[in-house]
């Protein structure tokens, strides 16, 4: 059954004002049509907005426009409005007939903006519409961030949206995303710095995230120094997700545990925590408090459950050193309670997985050091249980590095996910095989689509179940 023609039976349509524009300008000064008007009869050139809550649009028409619309979701950054990934993304879209479009998501609060990306994103679409025409088909895309955002359009959008292209997508969500997080802050701290108190959460300023970033760094780095220092880095690491490949170098053997740590530790060394905890800082400001815990959390059984368990072994053996005497201290120690409001609010602004209303192709990296791929295993699963399997496709690129995708990757994913809101079959469309020839015959910048599976994802709870302050 088609995601047009599915009926709609999990949750009554996400109602969304329509915000008041209160600017607009145009580079492409020429009448603008109604908002009923046929796509080759809009408005070329890029057009620019403000949205009643403050937020900011931007969209780019061509003036050979193809009749299809795609709404570009931002990542985790300033609230700048954006409408493609990159400009060498926008140019070959442009060039092909695409219209793009973008909002800064509401510019008052957190950099976290998911209070207010999806209301946002939706009003950016109604007033592009009304300035340029009806789209003969609307596409969501966004990265990062924005590929959770991307996830709930997908949800929430039928009718409005008629697919759906994910990049290195957060779409575990912001409370998985902070509990794994905490998992290896607290790891560091607890075993590379116990003779010191080390806030982990509640921060009261940006300035004071970025202290203990720096503190955790510094400590990761004197580790560094020793056999017992990198087997407990490689430990953070394993609950961090962490990919065990840097950039500029070659992987490591699948046994070369030494190098895997010492390619883990590049991305500490190049201020992975510092994103980390200025992320959490914007989390909880969005969420009205922290949302993560780690009381009750069993860590020899979240090492358990980890694909760098060998790894994290074989280098405490090395050292001399007891992992179950470390993981028994981790244990006993995890006292760090979540304030069940906003969990609360996380859960209803910052999830996905729910179920979709429109088909969904999701790409990542497999070496992504700020969004694990392993989130993607966690999100299918959600999306299965749902019953929405059928919807979802998630295709997979050899590469170390965030959202690192080259043009045709890109725009290869594109096209089969259009094959897919075309035909109603995604078919062999979304298969590595396709994707990587698709791209490569674009000719522009090369590609490494590969059959991959991620792993699960080391996070150790589940949602909505959390424990609560006594």
Known sequence: MSASTRPR??????????????????????????????????????????????????????????????????????TVARDAPTDAVRTELLAEGYAMAGSSYDPNGSMWALNSAERDQFATLDAVVAKIGKPR???????????????????????????????CGLVAGGTDLDNYQLDAEYTIARLLLPAQEVQLVHFGSSADAAAVAGRLTDAVTAAQATPRGRARIALAAAFLNLPAWSPGKDRPAATDWAGQEEQQYDWFAQGILSFVEGGRYAIEQSAGGNNSWNRGVDYARLLAGSEHAPQVRALYKAAGLDLGADLRTLTAGAAITADPAAVRTALRTSSAGQGLEVPLLDIHTT???????EQENRFAG?????????????????????????????????????????????????????????????????????TYHPAPLTVGRDRPAYPTHH
């Not at 000064?29 to 403000?50: E, I, K, Y």
């Not at 959770?148 to 990049?167: C, E, H, M, S």
């Open 137 to 167: 088909r609307t596409l969501a895309v966004g990265q990062s961030m924005g590929g959770l955002v991307n996830a709930q359009l997908a949800r929430d959008g039928g009718g409005r949206i008629d697919g759906a292209l994910g990049q």
């Open 9 to 78: 039976t999990r949750r009554p349509r996400l109602r969304i004002a329509i915000a008041a524009l209160t600017t607009l300008t145009s580079a492409a000064l020429t009448a603008l049509p109604s908002s009923t008007a046929q796509a080759d009869t809009a408005t070329a050139g890029h057009l620019t907005g403000t949205l009643s809550d403050g937020a900011t649009w931007v969209a780019d028409v061509p003036v050979n426009w193809n009749g299809t619309l795609l709404v570009f979701s931002h990542g985790f950054g300033p």
């Open 382 to 450: 959600r999306v299965k249980a749902s019953g929405d399997g059928a919807l979802l496709r998630q295709a997979f690129v050899e590469r170390q590095g965030h959202c690192t995708f080259t043009t045709a990757e890109t725009v290869a994913a594109l096209h089969a996910l259009e094959h897919r809101v075309s035909t109603g079959h995604w078919g062999d469309a979304a298969t590595p095989d396709v994707l990587q020839r698709s791209a490569t015959a674009l000719g522009l910048d090369g590609a490494a689509y590969v």
């Open 367 to 373: 070496g992504d050091n700020l969004v694990p791929v």
